[in-house]
């Protein structure tokens, strides 16, 4: 039998800074996916993909960007015991912040 890779917190509220949200929050290992699953509607993605930049998180980790409606994000999971950052990172063409995670749920 494979050990599932997907580990998940319920009831957990995310700030948003403009809006909080309550869900279930989800991490794929495998897929290197964070996300907020509630019962209101779709799933609202906590991770980023940067493998245009040539970049893949280390397993347990997932990047999370700090730029438009994520800004300040990774430090509101961190106080909240969430995540723990591991690097930062600067990427795209206006130079903006990423940041790349352990997962601690």
């Known amino acids: 039998m494979t050990e599932s890779k997907t580990t998940a917190k319920h009831d ?58 994520h800004s300040g994000l990774t430090a509101r999971l961190a106080q909240a015991g969430l995540v723990k950052p591991v690097h930062t990172l600067t990427v795209g063409p206006y130079q903006s912040t990423a940041y790349e995670v352990q997962v601690t749920l």
Do not use: M, Q
């Open 12 to 69: 957990v509220t995310v700030d948003f800074g403009c809006v909080e949200l309550t869900g279930s929050l989800v991490h794929d290992d495998e897929h290197r996916v964070l996300e907020l699953e509630n019962a209101e509607g779709p799933a609202e993605s906590i991770s980023i993909s940067l493998r245009n930049y040539g970049l893949t998180p280390e397993p347990g980790n997932v990047f999370i960007k700090d730029w438009s409606e």
